[in-house]
């Protein structure tokens, strides 16, 4: 399933920018980075069981937003991209 | 989790392969090429000088992430491997078995059959797509099909499964030329040759097999096999023998019909192959990359499994056919039935 991953966290405090940081690492866990605060994973029900909780449990909802979408098994028919740094199919060829 | 995980190929030369947090990070001159999280792998192929940080190994062991290290050209070198996962018992009786001559001459023989049968489906197949098919298929067919009525008649010995796989691969390679449609004289075949591959075809062959090899050992080892104890091949230190006769039926209908694929479509062409001191011939970086994308894509192709019936892709099979084959093992299936394609 690919999970589209948006997050605002506030970075006023040095606490904010912690929980960004925190917020960034664990979806680069699961997934990649296709633009600033924008993470598409691609998992399965364990890692999503996984990567949720510690996602909810990292940001604080007082000051911070985090939306999740649902992509579905194929995203290549609902996610378009153009210009610069392309995702990579890690079901795909991998090839480096 | 799926059964099916993603392998990733490493081809460029220095690269160096980093763990960062749960990804693997592909580095070339301190810059990250590729990251990928470690949950869509099953396996890393290296090609020639490329290195590893042991962090990063002690990681993938952990999942069950194998390495492979092949020389530029495909030629296996080393494969690094974490603790043996499944049961015990399983490789115990794996080893019961290779000592048993009668056990052992019938697994040979469902690898023999397996790889004959899918030789010859390679043939009919490629005089059926042809109006006028060259006399040399459907003969080198009707040759392999009389080696299956004999394989298929009566108990034998390991050594006389051997000398059918060794018959059966002589006609087949005499009939292999005339499934190439190009009419360029680089990619005529005349004679199987390896260590080097002497020509364009044997060294897409070459590698190619290197690639099924691999995908062989990491299913093997991911049921609990021990890929190096085989029947059909004979022990040899280093040498993953039940891998090789798990891939004899993947040599037809995965390698084979891939590289003929690269010919008739002209996805390759004799400039992408050079030829080094020692008469060998190699691929190009571009031919290899070429290669490799045609092989990742072949995988992802839809299939029903002639045995099981699940719907699932060519990635799998290997998967499908090492759990038949401990399932064989472990005595729970009479015999082993290999893939065999129509």
Known sequence: ?96 | MSSYHNTLYVTTPGAYLAKDHENVAVRVEHQTRMSVPMHHLGGVVCFGPVSASPELMAACMERGIGFSYLDVNGRFLARVEGPASGNVLLRRRQYRLADDPEAAAALARSFVFGKVSNSRAMLVRSARERPEAPPGLLEGAARLAGRLVDLGRQPMTTDEARGHEGEAAAGYFAAFDAMIRSTDPAFRFTLRSRRPPMDPVNALLSFVYALVRHDCTSALAAVGLDPGVGYLHVDRPGRPSLALDLMEEFRPALADRLVLALINRSQVSPGGFVRDEAGGVLMDADTRRTVLIAYQERKQVALTHPITGEATTFAVVPHIQARLLARTIRGELERYQPFLVR
């Not at chain 1, 990649?32 to 940001?59: H, I, K, M, Y």
Request: net charge positive.
């Open chain 1, 1 to 96: 399933m690919h999970i589209l991953v948006c997050y605002d966290v506030s970075t006023i405090t040095p606490d904010g920018r912690r929980r960004l940081r925190k917020v960034a690492r664990l979806c680069k866990d699961y997934g990649q980075r296709v633009q600033q605060s924008v993470f598409e994973c691609n998992v399965g029900d364990v890692q999503w069981a996984t990567l949720r909780p510690a996602l909810l449990s990292e940001f604080n909802p007082a000051e911070d937003s985090l939306r999740f979408y649902r992509l579905g098994e194929d995203p290549s028919r609902r996610a378009e991209h153009h210009g610069v740094k392309p995702s990579v199919d890690f079901e795909g060829p991998l090839i480096a």
